[in-house]
Each structure stands twice: as C-alpha cells, then as structure tokens.
C-alpha cells in the first residue's frame, strides 16, 4: 500500500469495505434487479476516488510538485480500481455464477433457496477475498506501475 505515514484509514480500517459494495451487488445479483447491482458500482467508485484524492491531496502537502501529486494519485487510483472494483467484482460475479449454475443441476431446490444459497456464498467469501486481493494488487503494483512509473 502506498501511505507510509502509518494506519491508512481508506485501507487500513472498515472504510475499506467501501470498496467492496459492488461485490455485495454482485452477491444480490440473483434477486435484485441490475439497476441495483449497477447502483453499487456506483459506491465503490466513489471509494475509489475519494481514496484518489485523498492521496493526493497528501501529496500536495507533503511534497507539492506536480509530477509527484500525480504519480501517487495515479498509484492510488490503479490499485484501488484494481483492488476493490475489477478483481473482486470478477471473483464474486464468477463465484456466484458458478454457485448458480452448479446448484441449478439439482432440480429438487427450489429457485428461492438457490438464490439465498448464491447469496450466501457470495456474501461469505468477500471478508476472504479481500486480503489476497490486495496483497496481490500490491505485489503487482510494486513489480509494475511503481518500479516503472514511480522509480
């Protein structure tokens, strides 16, 4: 993670799972309409860019220059898109479809139950999910954008 100063708040504490509302869309998506699965997108990018910004704007205050300030909003803006929408997003739309499709093989449950079921593993598997991902999206990160980009 790219805040050096200690506790990063965006992700360090339950802020972060902010970023993970389009995951509990993706979990819903069985039993809600799309517009609400859409809609958490919706939150999770504005996580994103308040992170954004935010790291920014401490970069503002601590060094000022403007190729720095963009060069830790544009960190911060990857690896939360990254982190909190394109990976999870991915897993939980794939889990739950997996979940869906695998349950609808057995014809004696009911739709109902099967969408609960989906629900649940989906629901289930984000507080798993969530350090992986961003230990991977960090690794990734350090391998990439800031050993070329950053220096």
Known sequence: MSSQDGADIFR??????????????ESFRP?????????????????????????GWK???KDGRPKQVLLETGDAFIWQT??????????INRL??????????YHKIPLAARNIITVSIGLASIPLIVGPIDRGVSMLMDATYRKWVKG
């Open 12 to 25: 360090d504490s339950w802020v972060r799972y902010l970023g993970y509302s389009n995951e509990v869309g």
């Open 31 to 55: 039993v809600l309409p799309v517009s609400v699965v859409r809609a958490s997108y919706g939150v999770a990018f504005a996580y994103v860019l308040t992170d954004t910004v935010d790291k």
């Open 59 to 61: 970069m503002v205050q």
């Open 82 to 91: 990254l982190a909190s929408i394109i990976i999870p997003g991915l897993t």
């Open 96 to 105: 739950c479809a997996f979940s869906q499709r695998t349950l609808s093989r």
